[in-house]
Nanobody
Framework: VVRLDENGGGSVQAGGSLRLSCETSGYSQNMYCLAWFRQSPGKEREGVAGLYQYRGSPDLYYADSVKGRFTISQDNAKSTLYLEMRDLQPEDSAVYYC???????????????????WGHGTQVTVSS
């Protein structure tokens, strides 16, 4: 069974940085899609960044709202997914989730309903 366990959330001031991690297991390493989503009260869930591993280096996807500030990556063992977040702003405050599905592409990576497995989430709070 796919397991996803997020860590690294916390409280920072605007302009600060955080690194989220997601320990993963239980799926084929040959092809997979992992993504970070976030949701804050009263807002729809938003795809933040995605990683599609199939051959060679993974394809990376980002929401326009975080391009240039957030970086998605994985460790060499491909067991931990990271989200490096810098220049955080109050609007980045949300619960952040990692999610898994078997494959993705630029058109679908950010559609949360297509993901089969989700972590429990980790809270990120950015104060002004």
């Amino acid at each position: 069974v796919v397991r996803l366990d997020e860590n690294g959330g916390g409280s920072v001031q605007a302009g600060g940085s955080l690194r989220l991690s997601c320990e993963t297991s239980g799926y084929s390493q040959n092809m997979y899609c992992l993504a970070w989503f976030r949701q804050s009260p009263g807002k729809e869930r938003e795809g933040v960044a995605g990683l599609y591993q199939y051959r060679g280096s993974p394809d990376l996807y980002y929401a326009d709202s975080v391009k240039g500030r957030f970086t998605i990556s994985q460790d060499n063992a491909k067991s931990t997914l990271y989200l490096e977040m810098r220049d955080l702003q109050p609007e980045d405050s949300a619960v952040y989730y990692c999610a898994h599905r078997g494959s993705c592409n630029p058109a679908v990576w950010s559609i949360g309903s297509l993901y089969n497995y989700w972590g429990h989430g980790t809270q990120v709070t950015v104060s002004s």
